[in-house]
């Protein structure tokens, strides 16, 4: 089975969103109780930059001497954009949505711990959906 260049793209993005729940969401997770300070935080917000900045140009680099060809942009490859980033919208909504009736009824998060966890994890999880979304779509059509 021999994915296009379109399909690694999308993969990179996937393993970024795997490698950041693996490698920087238990810090979160673990400091979710505390308040949270950037000016505390500013090492890990650096490693975190840093990881994507590596982790992208190197990614990229690869797959720009793996695949020669361009990527040449049809209507297909429109629609799946639309659909994929529809999704992702329509469930950043929702879970933005579900996140705000949370915090109105419940008075346990008087810290911005728990707030700052809950938001990387929805952000992740729609950014993982929608990429696997994505992918589906190319594989399939």
Do not use: H
């Amino acid at each position: 089975m021999r994915y296009s260049k379109k399909e690694v793209s999308i993969l990179i993005e996937i393993i970024f969103s795997i490698l950041f729940a693996v490698i920087f969401l238990p810090y979160f997770y673990e400091n979710r109780l505390n308040s949270f300070d950037f000016n505390d935080n500013a090492g890990k917000i650096i490693q975190i930059v840093v990881f994507s900045a590596i982790y992208f140009s190197l990614a990229y680099s690869i797959l720009e001497l793996t695949y020669k060809e361009k990527i040449i942009q049809d209507e297909r490859d429109d629609l799946i954009s639309s659909k994929s980033y529809k999704l992702g919208y329509l469930l950043y909504e929702l879970s933005l949505f579900l996140f705000i009736g949370i915090l109105a009824s419940d008075s346990s998060f008087q810290n911005s711990g728990p707030i700052t966890f809950i938001i990387l994890l929805i952000l992740l999880i729609v950014s993982l959906i929608k990429s696997l979304f994505q992918l589906y779509l190319y594989r399939t059509s």
